[in-house]
């Protein structure tokens, strides 16, 4: 690999997330990199995830920094192709939800995120496997994964659609069973959702996991059991004003449990739906879930 005496940049542009007109989007990053003399070159995302041609860009010419201009998914993909090296990663978010992004309080504003991830400083995250899958903050069964399955099928993109999608299966929602084993402990439950993080939310703003850290060495859980759909959402109320993790996963039986922990099983005796990262998965009946701590390094504002 050539040796690096300066930083720079790959701007990875996905040409069809989230709604964001991306024909300006071009000019403001060579801009940008012209202000801040960076060197900077553009490349397309690609749908396969397949980032050699990356990886060879950055061995033959020395390039340090891949940012990322998409959204969770497309992160997803680029952080599990590349993460093996010497680079740093910044994100400029553009996708539907962008809750990677919103946890490490990268500016929603391109101009702005353009800015950080050029002059911005990286520093380690964590991340997690679902058994060989890579997942860099999110990963759902249930009723959110339903949601990003018809969510991904839809043709056109954005909160609102999303939102619609959210209430027409809030309406049709069923329960899965789940058993879950935790530091030796087996708790089995009927629930709309199993919601396991690393970042506090799922995106848009909407925090899930409200003590989730990117960086503590635990996966913040969240189980939402069978309960009248009237009371539900006042339940949500509850989790995200004043959740904290329970001190046993089984403290809280017969509400909304949110415990913390670096790994954990979950049987999916129902076959729910899964997303990793808002993608849809294929359902997965056992799944072996793991911390990767310090797993890559995240361009973020100063904390």
Do not use: W
Request: hydrophobic share 45%; charged share 20%.
């Amino acid at each position: 690999m050539t040796a690096r005496t300066e930083r720079k940049f790959i701007f990875l542009v996905n040409p069809i997330s989230g709604t964001k007109a991306k024909n300006q989007l071009d000019k403001l990053i060579l801009d940008a990199a012209r202000k801040h003399k960076a060197p900077a070159i553009l490349l397309p995302s690609v749908a396969s995830g397949d980032y050699s041609f990356v990886e060879e860009r950055i061995n033959e010419e020395g390039f340090s920094d891949i940012i990322v201009c998409g959204g969770d998914g497309t992160v997803n993909q680029v952080v599990s192709a590349l993460r093996h090296l010497p680079v740093n990663f910044g994100i400029i978010p553009m996708g539907s939800g962008n809750g990677l992004a919103f946890t490490a309080k990268i500016p929603k504003a391109t101009q702005k995120a353009i800015d950080l991830a050029l002059t911005g400083k990286a520093r380690y995250v964590d991340a997690f496997m679902i058994n060989e899958r890579f997942a860099c903050m999110l990963a759902g069964l249930g009723f959110d994964a339903k949601v990003a399955h018809d969510f991904a099928s839809q043709q056109t993109r954005g909160l609102l659609t999303y939102t619609k999608q959210t209430l027409k299966n809030y309406f049709t929602a069923v329960t899965y069973p789940f058993e879950i084993v935790v530091e030796h402990q087996v708790i089995q439950t009927d629930a709309f959702f199993v919601s396991i993080a690393n970042s506090n939310q799922f995106g848009n703003q909407f925090t899930i996991a409200p003590q989730a850290s990117l960086n503590d060495g635990l996966l913040d859980i969240v189980v939402v059991p069978k309960m009248n759909k009237a009371i539900l959402p006042f339940a949500l109320i509850q989790q995200l004003n004043s959740g904290k993790p329970a001190a046993s996963p089984q403290e809280r039986p017969n509400t909304i449990q949110y415990f913390q922990a670096a790994k954990l099983q979950v049987r999916n005796r129902g076959n729910a739906p899964l997303h990793i990262d808002g993608e849809p998965v294929e359902p997965i009946q056992h799944l072996q879930i793991a911390i990767l701590p310090r797993a890559f390094k995240l361009i973020q504002p100063e904390s």
